[in-house]
Each structure stands twice: as C-alpha cells, then as structure tokens.
C-alpha cells in the first residue's frame, strides 16, 4: 500500500490478529473443483495473522470421531494442492453428526483443542449443519461439564463458536452467490466432452443427447447449452409448455434442412414436465427417433463433471473467498450470525448463513408448487439473463414472423484476435435478426471496413461458432483515421444504419476516431456500439473483456506443467512472461491462480531492492520442503527489467541454492478454444448490444432525429477516459486489489486493505438490487 493512502480512512488487517485462537476448516458434502484451493488459503492466511489451523478430515465424520481426523495445519502441507481437483482433506455423509449425541463428541473434539472457529466448504444442508451446531453450542458445553469431560474454565474460554461458510457446488444452487466454487469447472468439462461429441457427430450426420448434473438446479445444462450453441435444452427451472416433443423435432430437422450436421440436446438429470414428471434422456432418445428416424445416441457425463483440475475463475475465486473466510473469524464476536462468504460481482461479500439457505430452500418449493417463474427470479440475476439470451437465440422465426425493420447493421472485430470473439458475432447476428435488421459482416477490421469488404451474413453462416477460436471474420489492429473517408463512402454505399465493434484496445480507439470524425461525415452519425474483447483486459469502462479468462486458463495449465517439471528436479526457480501490454491484469491474476511466488506488472514500479528481496524469499524458501519457485512478469513491466535480466539476476543470485529457468508464453494466449466463461460472456453482452442498437435505431426512426451521437461500451454506459493513452491503461483496475493476496498467500509481509469487507449485508437487499437491475 503506497504512503499516500490516507491511513485514517482505510482499514488494515494487520490490526486483525489472530494470536491464541484456533480455526478448524472442513469440507463436507459433494466435492467440488477448488475446495483445495479454499483450504489452501484459509489455512495460509491463519497462520499468516498468527492463528492456529486445523484440518478436519472426512468433513463432519472426522469432527465426530476425533483423533488425527483432526490435525494442525502448516504452511507446507497445503502446497500442491491448488490445481488438485477434489478435497484432499476428504468429505464424508456424516450420519451420526445428526444427532444429539454426534454433535456432542464433535465439542468435545474441538474444545479439546481449543478451537471455536469453524470454516465450512459444503452445500446448503453442509452449512445448514454448521449453523445448528453453533446454536447449540453452549447448550453441548453445558453437558461435557455436568458429565465432567471439560472443566468450568474450558467451557467459559470456548464460549462461543463462530461459522463461516463457503458454498463449494458444482451446481450452483446456493442463493446469495453469483458462483459456487466448481461451477466454472464443472462447465469446463462439460464442454470438454461436447467439443470432443461434435467432432463424431458431424462426421456421422448424429443428434447426441447429453445429461448433465443438476438435480434440482439447470444452471449447468442451461449454460452448457448457450455456450455450445445447444439445439434445446431441458431444465427444471423451465418446464418445456405442452406440446414441446412436436417443437423440438420441428426445431431439430429445420436445422438438419438447414445443412446441420448435428444435434445437440443438452438436458439437466432433474429436468421435468409441467405436471413434475421427469423427462430423462432415454425418452428423448426415444421420441427423437421415432419421430424423425435420426441416428441418436445418448451420452451421461456423472461425475467427470466434478473431476479434474480446478479452472482458474474456481482458483481465484476460491482463494478469495478463504481469505475473507478468515478476516469475517477474525472480526467475530459473540453475537455474530454464521456467515457465508459470497460472491457479488467482483466483490466477495458476507451475507447471514440461513438467509440464504431460506432462499435457497424457496426455489424448491416455489418449483414444486409449479411456480416456475417465481423460481427463475429467485434463482437471481445471473440465472434469469442467462435463460433471457438462451430464449432469445434458441427460436429462429420464419421470415413471415420476422418484424421487418429496414435497417443494415454491420459487425466487424478490430484488435488482436481474443477467445470468444465468434460467440459475439453469432449472438448479436441471430439477435439482430430476430429483431428484423439485415446484418453485414465485414472482414479484416477497419481495413477491410475501407476496401469494401462487406457482406450480408444471415442465421445460418454463423452455425457451430461459439467453440471456434481466433476471429472467423479476420481482425487487424489498423485504426480508422487513415481511411475515414473510404469507410465513411462505404457506409453510405451499403447504407449502414449501425455498427457493432468487436475488439480491443483499437476497437475503442477506433470508434472515437469515427466519433470525431462525424461533424465532416454525416453518414457516420448512427449508433455504435463496442464490446470488448482482448486478452489484456485493459478497456477502460469495462471490468472484464472476451478472451481474458481464456487466456489466464492457458496460463495457469502451464504454469501447472512448469511446476510440476519444478518439483521433479527441486531446487528451481521459473520465470514466466505473460502478455497483456501494459496491463498487469493476465500476470496479477494468472499469479494467484497458480501460486505464483511474485508477478511484476507495470501498475506498480518495482526497482533492483525488490528484486533482491524476491530472491532473499526464494532462497529461504529453498530451506523448507517446497523447493520450487514461480514468478511471472508482464511482457511491459519495466524497460530495462527485461525477463532476460531478472533471469541473468536470479541465476547469478542464487547460484548453488537454485538455478532458473525462463518461459515466454507468447501467442498460446491467445489461441485455443475459447473457455465456457468467455462463449457464454461474449453471448451475453453481444445479444445486449444489439437490443440497445435496435432501441437507439427505433428512437432514431421514431424523432426523426439527423445525428444520433452516441459511443458505447456495452459493460457500463459511460465512458472512463484513458491515464495514458500511449500506455493503454484504464484509469481504475479493480483487479489490483487482488495484489496483496497473492503476496500474502506467497508468504510476503505486506499490507492488506479491508475497509470493504466486515459489512454483513442481507439477501433480502441484494435481490431488490438484483431485481431493479433485470
């Protein structure tokens, strides 16, 4: 934290010790990718304020039955757990904990070492435990002293027991939190195995019926689904009206007329019908070839889902969240209600435990009274839009149903190639001519824009681009001053009503070169609209950019592969070079999501001291049982700190301690499928852009109106002009503020601001933000 800051109106957590208290953390219920990395941080930053950690093995059980189910945590033992899939502490059903006397021994257990904080990484009926426990705990402390198993003085000492919980699921059910930890996983695998299925269906003209996990929540069949471009889906949020069976095989043999190779119909294992009867996938199957006689097969992915190695979004995420876990024990007193760490937007939040489970547990009922749209809302805001662009792109209208608006749109990307680039141009093409406009694309960006390289691009030209990577309509980074007239000449020759950026930094760039270029053409007074897509992540407005999450992914499954080759050979130490320009975000990020031991990014200087004090680090670290070392560097973090350098410094300063090794990712960042995050991203926000572009344009038609001065970022409505424009930096990244937590959890003695955290808030609340934000 820089010496400026003024200290008086911020809060540290250096002033939150954790001396004398104990903090057990158990992860209980179904496993989920990035429980690990949960544990992981609540037990690094225990230790880091002083505190005493316990692993609870076996979740409930062990708590239960005692002995080295419960043992002290140390630095050390959670290393390598961070992109180990599961729960390496185990998770357990635990009858006995539901009983009196279950509950009694677990006391005893914790009492009997001190501890009366509880971190619990479950589900709703894993937290639901938690919280009766707490409320029953001086109730159980009275017992063990009437039966003489603790004393006076140890029942007075523990007191109070204080719960924090963190949702692990797969499912994402649990009200109160925009993601679970594994959610984003568990669709990585899912599309894994869809990507791999289309390949055999296309060679064989098949339809393929997937099931996916989901009992009683359709958050993965539904996204699975917008992010593969799925011909149906199947929810139990969304019962399909009668009469589906005859609207699917319509919908399934309009495609296959419309040279489709494949099918794919996506279906959750609670999915049912109006009168709650399930629809299973042998039904499906059933009716699919009876119907239309297409060669159909079933496929049942299980637990795949929940295996494998953590995503970096479940990393991240669930690092955050142990560390707040931790800061909301440390802050605790008596009266305290058990908590739930969430997640709200890009702020982890504290939210009171059984809110949420109320909330939760109201889904279900609201489902089994067949309110079904009450269910949806109370799912929340990300769910419903998430089935809004789901219902807007699955229907295509014949052209009779079409509204006809007589506008011509244009869709082009500018920039560097990004992951996710082509979900967005198939999104905003199928809503924009849902809404009646005819769509041109135009290749090669601005420069193509200046040739005449436009085309009419219609519903099916977009079929089977959600997966592909790269652009598909072929991007260059040439900005548009240059060729303004031509563009502009261009536009009036196709009679462009609109325009849909996709891009970068250049995108944005370019759209105010076109803005101030109006007053001398008129043709380029329409609504334009950017939606940003970079792996650099560095657009001003914009919290997060298609590509970005693809890219860290790529990242973090490397960094993996190094440290694993690290750990073979002990005694190394890797410096990796990430891209992003000038922007630390991909190097800050990718750090804490592979546990990285420092990440030099331009945002914050750093000078020869430091360097040193990286390698003194290294070097102790050297000493203990984790001999490897990681560091990542922004390809533009310093002019003369180059990744050769700090290679040449590091081999040169820890000569026979440890010797180095040097990695400059280059490119792969920006290649390969795009992750589920950024197709679902870039779905989502393309399909808002077009419906603000058809609304500008009707209000155009409707006033009359000759200009209609207007550039828009599609993430917030204003624009947040650059600090320096030559080094592409945004003025506010709310990613630094995740800086001191990796230096934290890379056991770094640094300052740590918390002013935002420590407000419990209430669900009640946040749904009547979430529902005025639809």
Known sequence: MKAKDSLDTKKFFENLSGAGKSIGVLTSGGDAQGMNAAVRAVVRMGIYVGAKVYFIHEGYQGMVDGGDNIKEASWESVSSMLQVGGTVIGSARCKDFRTHEGRLRAALNLVQRGITNLCVIGGDGSLTGANLFREEWSGLLDELVQSGQISEEAAQT??????????????????????????DSALHRIIEVVDAIM????????????????????????????ACGADWVLIPEMPPKDGWEEQMCHKLSENRADKKRLNIIIVAEGAIDQNNKPITTELIKDLVVRCLGFDTRVTILGHVQRGGTPSAFDRILASR??????????????GTPACVVSLCGNQAVRLPLMECVQMTQEVQKAMDEKRFEEAVKLRGRSFENNLNTYKLLSHRKIDAELPRSSFNVAVLNVGAPAAGMNAAVRSAVRVGITEGHTLFAVNDGFEGFSK?????????????????????????????????????????????????????????????????????????????????????????????????????????????????????????????????????????????AAGADAAYIYEEPFDIRDLQSNVEHLTEKMKTSIQRGLVLRNENCSENYTTDFIYQLYSEEGKGVFDCRKNVLGHMQQGGAPSPFDRNFGTKIAAKAMQW????????YRTGKEKLDVVWDCVKSELIFVRQKIHRIPKEQWWLRLRPLMKILAKYKTSYDVSDSGQLEHIVRLRAKDISAI
């Open 321 to 334: 969240m142990g560390v707040e876990a931790v800061l909301a024990l440390l802050e605790a007193s008596p």
């Open 158 to 183: 523990h007191s109070a027991l204080h719960i924090v919980g963190m949702v692990g699921s797969i499912d994402n059910d649990f009200c109160g939190t925009d993601m679970t930890i594994g959610t």
């Open 693 to 700: 572009i058809s609304k500008k344009l009707k209000e155009f």
């Open 199 to 226: 390949t055999t269906a296309q060679s064989h003209q098949r339809t393929f019926v997937l099931e996916v996990m989901g009992r009683h929540c359709g958050y993965l069949a539904l996204v699975s689904a917008l």
């Open 452 to 592: 005449g390289q436009i085309k009419e691009i219609k519903w099916g030209d977009v079929g089977g681009w959600t997966g592909q990577g790269g652009s598909l309509l072929g991007t260059k980074r040439t900005l548009p001053a240059k060729h303004i007239d031509k563009i502009a000449e261009q536009m009036r020759i196709h009679n462009i009503n609109a325009l849909l950026v996709i891009g970068g930094f250049e995108a944005y760039l370019g759209l105010l070169e076109l803005q101030a270029a109006r007053s001398k053409h008129a043709e380029l007074c329409v609504p334009m609209v950017m939606v940003p897509a970079t792996v650099s992540n560095n657009i001003p407005g914009s919290d997060l950019s298609i590509g970005a999450d693809t890219a860290l992914n790529a990242i973090t499954d490397t960094c993996d592969r190094i440290k694993q080759s690290a750990s073979g050979t002990k005694r190394r130490v890797f410096i990796i070079e990430t891209m992003g320009g000038y922007c630390g975000y991909l190097a800050t990020v990718g750090g804490l």
